[in-house]
């Protein structure tokens, strides 16, 4: 694996993982007793990617804000009034709701934008990764995607970098198809959307990294070996990033 501190854009490094686990604790245990199965699919969680985020994290010496609850519970990668923050059952519950995001999602709001804010009054400039990963098949549909880079197309720091990312990738591992804003669109409804709302475009990159399961559920040193060269591939982007967009403490650029 690549070494930490491999640039200058290492030290202004944030990772999260909103869905690394699909834990429930013993107080709501009861609503989920007959929902095992849908606990362990992609409903619950997102398979592989807490393991990526601290890949990253280890590599780039990078603060990594993660989450082991399950997003049945409370999804916090969803902004609070969204139809699908919470699981069915639960959703019907105004008091349970609000304890619930009480208790696990505003701490994970609040420490990542600390983290968040933190690198950009240190740096002048966070880049911030959201480690995911995507079912192949959804409703049917086969995705194409291997790999897919998120980021709003409005944001030309979060543009640049996908791109620079996208040819290391290519670069790297020219058999998988790497994909901007696909699976999904990098400006939907999101923990990096909250964070645009808030930060200007000068001082806050967020892009979210969304791997293909088939990948990660490969027997053998396959998984192993591609987070390897994800974590490789971004070292070599965020160098080309770095080189074109100099970090500064003075704003603008």
Known sequence: MAEGNANDDSHNLVITCEHGGNRIPKPYTE???????????????????????????????????????????????????????????????????????KRYYQPYRSQAEHRVRQAIADHGRVIHLSSHSFTPELYGKVRKADIGLLYDPLRPYEVALCQQWKLALNACAPELNVRLNSPYKGYGDGLTTWFRQRLSAETY???????????????GRYWPTLRKVIVESLVMALAKFGQDHPLRQNLPY
């Open 31 to 101: 609503f989920f007793k007959d929902s095992q199965d849908l606990l362990a699919s992609h409903r619950g969680f997102d398979p592989g990617a807490l393991s990526m985020a601290k890949d990253l994290a280890a590599t780039f010496a990078a603060p990594l804000v993660s989450a082991t609850v399950s997003r049945l519970l409370v999804d916090l990668n969803r902004s609070v009034g969204h139809p699908y923050l919470h699981y069915k059952a639960i959703s019907k519950q105004q008091g349970l709701r609000d304890s619930i995001v």
């Open 205 to 219: 990159v967020g892009i979210e990294l969304e791997i293909n399961q088939k990948h990660i559920f490969k027997a």
